[in-house]
């Protein structure tokens, strides 16, 4: 845990607020802010307490400000206060202030921005749940790196997190790939048998027909050779009735594609803590359990639904089924809970998975879907509120589609047809660390273009490098520093009790101020669950690195290494490997390698 200099203020602020107005009650005091002024000329930080209080006080804000001011400008590491607009109120801090997040982040390193504002709530963060019916492939990627990000970032700001994968194991997908793998088994034996007239045995036909599948067809022959199999009148090996094979052949091939998921993950960077299972859920009764819960509560009757709108379905009839009362919670529609078969929906089997997690402690729940999922938000949500009383919140975030370029044009893909770009395909191409920088450098619900030919240019507009080469650096200088060996020894410990009163240019003292945003920055990217904030930030303090830098070569007295100026060289020394450390601690809650050396 690391001590952030806005939280410092923002108690100051809150204790001048308490005094000058003591009635407004603590829930509206917990909206004030302290947040960095956005031209540094203005100020090192700027709070809306004045604006935020106006109406509770029954006060001008431009009054409240004025009070604010005359109070603040006695707090000790304050060096100006002044009122600015409508009644935000701009603060100007000391040097030495900033100047001493320093030696902070030299003496903690990497767990620099760490806090308990978390204050171990427990959380599941369920992530990429991607049907095991194929190899990742890009869709799952945006997903897999969201989650993994933000699960990274909610434990750094103090949260109990359980990083999640659901595996959809127990529907007529994974029948298909049964099917699929089982056509791949007949193959390998040698049958005779034409795809086409396999595939007019197969329910719904055979809609797995990527070469993927291959080796789960090898791998049953190497298993069961041909036992699975019937043969006709000249030994050449048949389907047997689906009954004999069809849940061996289901649970061999899930365990096959899952085994290659988590191959896939592995190589992204991506661990999962816990893997529950759809059919796990269902054979243990807790999908029954929740339907249980329901009824009792009233919430649930047997009703005909409305048709869709638009266009109807050649499909669709008139049919009664069990309903869940989800307009009662929000939802725009009741729900269907159970076909007109008696069987589970997926919604409801999806009921019983939330409430399983809210069984094994989970306090909040965050769901990372694909953009395709959207409909389905108001019901999952209503669903966990009706089951909890609203005690456990469900919280969605929704991925857009990456759309993959090569030289500018678009790289197609078909989950069905085999012929999609694969996970491991763009790890192979241009590197885990790229894949994951790269897509958190869009809010996840905005449209992004994943351009091949960018992510692996050494140029500026390239995020990924752009950052990455600030670290290399800052390491280049501190392996300068230890082998001119003039300036003493370069390690953390000893540069954080360097003197660092020669710190005063502004290109200095803006790169210190972004350091000392770090741990609001974590704190506030936690909350709004919004790990692209990260790759910005990280951006944004490679750019204030590099134009130190740059000024370096325009002006020798702002280079790092200062012949016949120890002291001066060892704060900047200080500096620079402050300024690696809090790059390498965001990009480890980016799930990024930082590199020392750029070739």
Same mark, same amino acid.
């Given at each position: 845990?690391?001590?952030?200099?806005?939280?410092?203020?923002?108690?100051?602020?809150l =204790? +001048?607020? @308490?005094?000058? *107005? #003591?009635? $407004?009650?603590?829930?509206?005091? &917990?909206?004030?802010?302290? %947040?960095?002024?956005r031209?540094?000329?203005?100020?090192?930080?700027?709070?809306?307490?004045?604006?935020?209080?106006?109406k509770?006080?029954?006060?001008?804000?431009?009054?409240?400000?004025?009070?604010?001011?005359?109070?603040?400008?006695?707090?000790?590491?304050?060096?100006?206060?002044?009122?600015?607009?409508?009644?935000?109120v701009?603060?100007?801090l000391?040097? =030495? +202030?900033? @100047?001493?997040? *320093? #030696?902070? $982040?030299l003496?903690?390193?990497? &767990?620099?921005?760490?806090s %308990?504002?978390?204050?171990?709530?427990?959380?599941?963060?369920?992530?990429?749940?991607?049907?095991?019916?194929?190899?990742?492939?890009?869709?799952?990627?945006?997903?897999?790196v969201?989650?993994?990000?933000?699960?990274?970032?909610?434990?750094?700001?103090?949260?109990?997190?359980?990083k999640?994968?659901?595996?959809?194991?127990?529907?007529?997908?994974?029948?298909?790939?049964?099917?699929?793998?089982?056509?791949?088994?007949?193959?390998?034996?040698?049958?005779?048998?034409t795809?086409?007239?396999?595939?007019?045995?197969?329910p719904?036909?055979?809609?797995?027909?990527?070469?993927?599948?291959?080796?789960?067809?090898?791998?049953?022959?190497?298993?069961?050779?041909?036992?699975?199999a019937?043969?006709?009148?000249?030994?050449?090996?048949?389907?047997?009735?689906?009954?004999?094979?069809?849940?061996?052949?289901?649970?061999?091939?899930v365990?096959?594609?899952?085994?290659?998921?988590?191959?896939?993950?592995?190589?992204?960077?991506?661990?999962?803590?816990?893997?529950?299972?759809?059919?796990?859920?269902?054979?243990?009764?807790?999908?029954?359990?929740?339907?249980?819960?329901?009824?009792?509560?009233?919430?649930l009757?047997?009703?005909?639904?409305?048709?869709?709108?638009?266009?109807?379905?050649?499909?669709?009839?008139?049919?009664?089924?069990?309903?869940?009362?989800?307009?009662?919670?929000?939802?725009?529609?009741?729900?269907?809970?159970?076909?007109?078969?008696?069987?589970?929906?997926?919604?409801?089997?999806?009921?019983?998975?939330?409430?399983?997690k809210v069984?094994?402690?989970a306090?909040?729940m965050?769901?990372v879907?694909?953009?395709?999922?959207?409909?389905?938000?108001?019901?999952?949500?209503?669903?966990?509120?009706?089951?909890?009383?609203?005690t456990?919140?469900?919280?969605?975030?929704?991925?857009?589609?990456v759309?993959?370029?090569?030289?500018?044009?678009?790289v197609?893909?078909?989950?069905?047809?085999?012929?999609?770009?694969?996970?491991?395909?763009?790890?192979?191409?241009?590197?885990?660390?790229?894949?994951?920088?790269t897509?958190?450098?869009?809010?996840?619900?905005?449209?992004?273009?994943?351009?091949?030919?960018?992510?692996v240019?050494?140029?500026r507009?390239?995020?990924?490098?752009?950052?990455?080469?600030?670290?290399?650096?800052?390491?280049?200088?501190?392996?300068?520093a230890?082998?001119?060996g003039?300036?003493?020894?370069?390690?953390?410990?000893?540069?954080?009790?360097?003197?660092?009163?020669?710190?005063?240019?502004?290109?200095?003292?803006?790169?210190?101020?972004?350091?000392?945003?770090w741990?609001?920055?974590?704190?506030?990217?936690?909350?709004?669950?919004?790990p692209?904030?990260?790759?910005?930030?990280?951006?944004?303090?490679?750019?204030?690195?590099?134009?130190?830098?740059?000024?370096?070569?325009?002006d020798?007295?702002?280079?790092?290494?200062?012949?016949?100026?120890?002291?001066?060289t060892?704060?900047?020394l200080?500096l620079?490997a402050?300024?690696?450390?809090?790059?390498?601690?965001?990009?480890?809650?980016?799930?990024?390698?930082?590199?020392?050396e750029?070739?």
């Amino acid at each position: 845990m690391s001590e952030c200099v806005f939280q410092r203020y923002r108690h100051h602020v809150l =204790a +001048v607020v @308490r005094e000058l *107005l #003591p009635d $407004v009650a603590e829930e509206t005091l &917990a909206r004030v802010e302290l %947040t960095p002024t956005r031209d540094p000329a203005h100020g090192d930080m700027a709070t809306n307490a004045a604006l935020l209080l106006a109406k509770a006080a029954r006060r001008k804000p431009a009054d409240i400000a004025a009070d604010l001011v005359s109070a603040l400008q006695k707090v000790e590491g304050i060096a100006a206060v002044a009122a600015a607009g409508p009644g935000f109120v701009n603060i100007t801090l000391q040097p =030495a +202030v900033l @100047r001493a997040v *320093l #030696p902070v $982040v030299l003496t903690v390193g990497e &767990a620099y921005g760490q806090s %308990t504002a978390g204050k171990g709530v427990r959380v599941n963060v369920e992530y990429v749940s991607a049907n095991p019916t194929g190899p990742m492939h890009v869709g799952h990627c945006r997903g897999a790196v969201v989650g993994d990000a933000l699960a990274n970032l909610m434990a750094k700001a103090g949260f109990d997190v359980t990083k999640e994968f659901y595996i959809n194991d127990a529907g007529n997908q994974v029948k298909a790939l049964a099917w699929a793998a089982y056509w791949r088994y007949l193959q390998v034996l040698g049958t005779r048998m034409t795809q086409d007239d396999f595939s007019a045995l197969a329910p719904g036909g055979l809609q797995y027909q990527g070469e993927y599948l291959i080796p789960v067809g090898e791998a049953l022959a190497a298993e069961f050779g041909n036992k699975l199999a019937e043969v006709d009148v000249d030994g050449a090996p048949l389907p047997a009735p689906a009954a004999t094979w069809l849940e061996t052949v289901r649970g061999f091939a899930v365990t096959h594609m899952l085994s290659a998921i988590k191959e896939d993950l592995a190589a992204l960077g991506v661990h999962h803590d816990v893997f529950s299972s759809e059919a796990d859920v269902l054979a243990r009764g807790v999908t029954d359990t929740a339907i249980d819960q329901l009824a009792k509560a009233d919430l649930l009757y047997n009703g005909v639904l409305e048709p869709p709108k638009g266009k109807l379905p050649e499909d669709w009839e008139e049919r009664e089924q069990l309903l869940f009362r989800s307009t009662s919670f929000g939802d725009d529609v009741d729900r269907p809970l159970r076909k007109s078969d008696g069987t589970n929906t997926y919604f409801a089997n999806d009921i019983g998975y939330h409430m399983d997690k809210v069984a094994r402690g989970a306090q909040v729940m965050i769901d990372v879907w694909g953009a395709d999922h959207g409909g389905y938000v108001k019901r999952m949500k209503a669903a966990v509120k009706a089951l909890t009383g609203d005690t456990v919140p469900l919280e969605v975030l929704l991925c857009q589609i990456v759309h993959i370029l090569r030289d500018g044009q678009p790289v197609k893909m078909s989950k069905r047809a085999g012929t999609f770009v694969t996970l491991r395909d763009l790890i192979d191409e241009v590197g885990r660390d790229a894949v994951r920088f790269t897509m958190l450098t869009r809010k996840s619900d905005a449209q992004m273009e994943f351009d091949l030919d960018l992510v692996v240019a050494q140029q500026r507009d390239n995020p990924v490098f752009y950052v990455q080469y600030a670290h290399a650096r800052c390491r280049s200088v501190l392996r300068s520093a230890a082998e001119e060996g003039a300036y003493g020894a370069v390690d953390n410990a000893v540069l954080a009790t360097a003197t660092l009163d020669s710190l005063t240019s502004d290109a200095e003292m803006a790169l210190v101020r972004r350091l000392a945003e770090w741990p609001r920055m974590v704190e506030a990217a936690a909350f709004a669950r919004e790990p692209h904030r990260i790759a910005f930030y990280l951006a944004e303090l490679a750019g204030d690195f590099h134009a130190l830098w740059n000024r370096g070569r325009d002006d020798a007295s702002l280079r790092f290494l200062q012949a016949g100026a120890v002291e001066a060289t060892r704060a900047r020394l200080a500096l620079v490997a402050a300024t690696a450390a809090v790059i390498r601690s965001g990009l480890a809650v980016m799930g990024v390698d930082p590199v020392e050396e750029m070739r």
